[in-house]
């Protein structure tokens, strides 16, 4: 019964804002601008000595752990940490009840440099043979340094599974970001990358391409930090890649890297996407850096040139959404298509397509640079709703193979608001 009424909960934060849009829609089809303007907020760096950041105690105590799924199918996890002052061990013990590590898994320990940072000692060890749904608890590092955390496996891939995801894009480590995780936390997530899986994609501060420092391999520090799966869905590169988790298969992109026809991206994807099922995962989800579509007066049309390339496979296989963060602000699209353009045909706008994916750009988990405030104007035919805030789209909520439940809650100095939310219908059941 305590499923059901959590349920109900939801639904009624559903209804109110529903009720809201629905009254914006009566005046005509065009989209919502919303004019809520937010009052200075230090979007600047949490100092390191807050204790959300602090390094922990003790010689070589690990630090910055994070965990990401380590499989296709959500039966593994990568634990990643850094050691300070020496290499140390790269094991992690681990087991399913607390206190009772009776599986170890040898890890590896890298470092490197970049022009004149030298990295601490970073830990990545991937445990698999796990059982899916379940609670375990993990210890890293060594002695009196040792630290323990737990995380939970996702449920079984299975088309009706019920499963809520979170998505923060851009967060850096501001004051905004922290409120960001704290209402994230509030609505069931948990706030710590120790305890969770976090699905990585990079941007552009991940490039790193600096020649004047020497320093010419794009995205050195990201890879040497982020480890991801991509060997599990045949990717030849961490940057792309893909994983299923319960009923959601889930594709990350990279924007940043080379797309066009015949590279391997391009190739992989076009496997990749063969290989979605959508009987088992009803649910088709892309990640990418760029919005596609992207109607703010920051990093316009920046998406335009992999839209080109890749749309029409997104209409072609009904992707359900695609997510972006890279614009701070958050904008969600209409279902909407642009695949009949091309240079000799004139037909250059976007049209209503039953088919296409909705567009969301969740680039405002608040970052150092600040919100992205000016939006062109007008609102095009094809933005459904926008607004320059600090946000976080915090539950996702997918409920059966056919319905999910989206909601963003704008961070409004501090206090949680549901700002927008609507029912996503799957697009192939
Ligand atoms: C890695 O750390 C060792 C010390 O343990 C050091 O000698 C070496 O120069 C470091 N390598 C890089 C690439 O920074
Ligand atoms: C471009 O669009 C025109 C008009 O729809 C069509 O006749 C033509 O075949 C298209 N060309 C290509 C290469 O798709
Ligand atoms: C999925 O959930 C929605 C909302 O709770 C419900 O209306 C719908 O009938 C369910 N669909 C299936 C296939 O169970």
Known sequence: MAGVTRMESMWLQFILTCFVFSSYLRNGNAGITSTFIRSEYPSVDIPLENKVLAVPKGHNAPQQVHIT????????????????????????????????????????????????????????????????????????????????????????????????????????????????????????????????????????????????????????????????????????????????????????????????????????????????????????????????????????????????????????????VVFAGHVHAYERSYRISNIHYNVTSGEQYPIPDKSAPVYITVGDGGNQEGLAGRFRDPQPDYSAFREASYGAFDTGEIQNRTHALYHWNRNDDGKKMATDAFVLHNQYW
Request: charge should be negative.
């Open 69 to 320: 799924q380590g499989d296709y199918d959500g039966r593994a996890v990568i634990i990643s940490w850094v050691t300070a002052d020496e290499p140390g061990t790269s094991k992690v013990q681990y087991g399913t009840s607390e206190k009772n590590f009776e599986f170890t898994a040898e890890g590896t320990v890298t470092n490197y440099t970049f022009y004149e940072y030298k990295s601490g000692y970073i830990h990545h060890c991937h445990v698999d043979g796990l059982e899916h749904d379940t609670k375990y608890y993990y210890k890293i590092g060594s002695g009196d340094s040792s630290r323990e955390f737990w995380f939970i496996t996702p449920p079984k891939i299975n088309p009706d599974a019920s499963y809520k995801f979170g998505i923060i894009g851009d967060l850096g480590q501001t004051f905004n970001s922290l409120s960001t995780l704290e209402h994230y936390m509030q609505s069931g997530g948990q706030a710590s990358t120790a305890y969770q899986s976090w699905i990585w994609s990079a941007g552009n501060h991940e490039i790193d391409y600096m020649p004047y420092m020497g320093e010419v391999t794009p995205f050195k520090n990201y890879l040497q930090r982020y480890a991801t799966p991509y060997y599990a869905s045949k990717s030849s590169n961490p940057l792309w890649y893909a994983i299923r988790r319960a009923s959601a298969h889930i594709i990350v992109l990279s924007s940043y890297s080379p797309f066009v026809k015949y590279t391997p991206q391009w190739m992989w994807l076009q496997e990749e996407l063969k290989r979605v099922d959508r009987e088992k995962t009803p649910w088709l989800i892309v990640l990418m850096h760029v919005p596609i579509y992207n109607s703010n007066e920051a990093h316009y049309m920046e998406g335009e040139s992999m839209r080109a390339v890749y749309e029409s496979w997104f209409v072609h296989y009904k992707v359900d």
